[in-house]
């Protein structure tokens, strides 16, 4: 089965920057779409950045759009989440995420494997 695991987290100073990658394993298609989302304890989990496949395109929360950059290297099956200037608002653990898309290749954003978690610490 898909299996995603998550590294690269940890402290970071305000400002600085870190880089998430998301292992991935097991039988994926060139249709699946992928996301990175983040949850802080007593708060839902919200998307991040979202890369659909089908078309390319990538989608990013406001709150990170010019700061983050969703990645895929297809050879290597790593997803990356690239994150420069962070807040302390960005504080969370961090998950990465693969959707099967539809038969018409559409992908809704409803997760269907996910990774464990890595935690992000933006310190001041």
């Known amino acids: 089965q898909v299996r995603l695991v998550e590294s690269g987290g940890g402290s970071v100073q305000a400002g600085g920057s870190l880089r998430l990658s998301c292992q991935v394993s097991?039988?994926?298609?060139?249709?699946?779409?992928w996301g990175w989302f983040r949850q802080t304890p007593g708060k839902e989990r919200e998307e991040i950045a979202f890369?659909?496949?089908?078309?390319?395109?990538?989608t990013y929360r406001h709150s990170v759009k010019g700061r983050f950059t969703i990645s895929r290297d297809n050879g290597k099956n790593i997803l990356t989440l690239q994150m420069n200037n962070v807040t302390a608002a960005d504080t969370a653990n961090y998950y990465c995420?693969?959707?099967?898309?539809?038969?018409?290749?559409?992908?809704?954003?409803?997760?269907?494997?996910w990774g464990k978690g890595t935690l992000v610490a933006v310190s001041s």
């Open positions: 890369l659909d496949a089908s078309d390319g395109y990538t």
């Open positions: 995420a693969a959707e099967r898309p539809g038969v018409a290749g559409e992908c809704d954003h409803a997760m269907d494997y």
């Open positions: 097991g039988y994926t298609s060139s249709t699946f779409c």
